[in-house]
Nanobody
Framework: QVQLVESGGGLGQAGGSLTLSCVAS????????LGWYRQAPGKQRKLVAD???????SYTDSVKGRFTISRDNATNTVWLHMNSLNPEDTAVYYC?????????????WGQGTQVTVAS
């Protein structure tokens, strides 16, 4: 079993900042990619940002220059630092992991954390 536990969501103000964190635990031997997805009401879940074990990052265009993803391989933790928030960032944010559990490579998801940005 692999568990992803997110924290840090909540209410933010337009122009403000929030930081999300996610800790992976359980029977995971190797983590390749950690990332964050988000799903707004009535919309599909989409990638926000991800980071490989080597530190390579990618961002969706709408958050470039505003959000920063980082990770600590020693503690299996990933953060999403969100600056210059706007109401369009309102969504449920999901932590994502692609890794090896000793038997297979697989995708794992957190339970999601709500981020609401007030204008």
């Amino acid at each position: 079993q692999v568990q992803l536990v997110e924290s840090g969501g909540g209410l933010g103000q337009a122009g403000g900042s929030l930081t999300l964190s996610c800790v992976a635990s359980g029977s995971i031997d190797s983590i390749n990619v950690l990332g964050w997805y988000r799903q707004a009401p009535g919309k599909q879940r989409k990638l926000v940002a991800d980071i490989t074990s080597g530190g390579s990052t990618s961002y969706t265009d709408s958050v470039k220059g505003r959000f920063t993803i980082s990770r600590d391989n020693a503690t299996n933790t990933v953060w999403l630092h969100m600056n210059s928030l706007n109401p369009e960032d309102t969504a449920v944010y999901y932590c994502y992991l692609y890794g090896w559990d000793g038997q297979r490579w697989g995708d794992y998801w957190g339970q999601g954390t709500q981020v609401t940005v007030a204008s």
